[in-house]
């Protein structure tokens, strides 16, 4: 089975700090992505990475920074925290050649 | 636009009986995928089903089928004899492609399935 852990499940910081969001995958797998998700506006990508050092910005982008060193861990960064990212957010990670998405708890942050 | 709607924020339905839960989109990609996620209370996104674009038959896993209808543009999800474990919400997604080249997923707003006794 895969597995997909994400460092915290709740998170509150205080605006202005540096965030970081931590996910790590034990399947080898190429791709990882980072969302999160508000009530009423599902989920929606920040960035995925498609390989070590490799990374795309996704549909939400601004005000995150992302870091892939070793495959299995991708690093969601809110470089200072503002209250508008309060949010639930969800890292994922898929094989190459294959389509499904494997997600992990999730992280629910809030900032004060 | 590369959308994906569903229009039911909640549905209700009996222990053992059917449920249909709706989603359409819009692509102009003549390659996609369309996938079907359950989210129970814990967070954690749980893949059913998925059918691509090119598939004739409708996909199904177990109690899950994913009624396409292309011309309609509708991916609905069918869940036959509904279980209390059912209780979640369900999120519908499309594979498209990307600016860049590189495939992404577009999810609806969700579904709240609620299953009673």
């Known amino acids: 089975d895969v597995k997909v852990t994400q460092s915290s499940r709740y998170l509150v910081k205080r605006t202005g700090e540096k965030v970081f969001l931590e996910c790590v995958q034990d399947?080898?797998?190429?791709?990882m992505f980072w969302y999160r998700q508000d009530p009423g506006l599902g989920l929606r990508l920040i960035y995925f990475?498609?390989?070590?050092?490799?990374?795309e910005k996704g549909d939400i982008p601004e005000g995150y920074s992302v870091s892939r060193e070793k495959k299995e861990r991708f690093s969601l960064i809110l470089e200072s925290a503002s209250t508008n990212q309060t949010s639930m957010y969800l890292c994922?990670?898929?094989?190459?050649?294959?389509?499904?998405?494997?997600f992990g708890p999730g992280t629910r942050l809030t900032v004060t | 636009a590369q959308k994906i709607t569903q229009t039911q924020p909640g549905m209700f339905v009996q222990e053992k009986e059917a449920v249909t839960l709706d989603c359409t989109y819009d692509?102009?990609?003549?390659?996609?995928?369309l996938f079907w996620y359950k989210q129970p209370s814990s967070g954690e996104m749980i893949f059913l089903i998925y059918?691509?674009?090119?598939?004739?038959q409708n996909a199904t896993e177990g109690r899950y089928s994913l009624n396409f209808q292309k011309a309609r543009k509708s991916a609905n999800l069918v869940i036959s004899a509904s279980q209390l474990g059912d209780s979640a919400m369900y999120f519908c997604?499309?594979?498209?492609?990307?600016?860049?080249?590189?495939?992404?997923?577009?999810f609806g707003t969700g579904t709240r399935l609620l299953v009673s006794p």
């Open positions: 994922a990670t898929k094989s190459r050649g294959v389509y499904e998405q494997y």
């Open positions: 990475s498609y390989d070590v050092k490799m990374k």
């Open positions: 997604a499309m594979r498209v492609q990307g600016n860049t080249g590189f495939q992404k997923l577009v």
């Open positions: 692509t102009s990609d003549q390659s996609y995928g």
């Open positions: 059918q691509g674009s090119y598939d004739e």
């Open positions: 399947m080898d797998h190429e791709n």
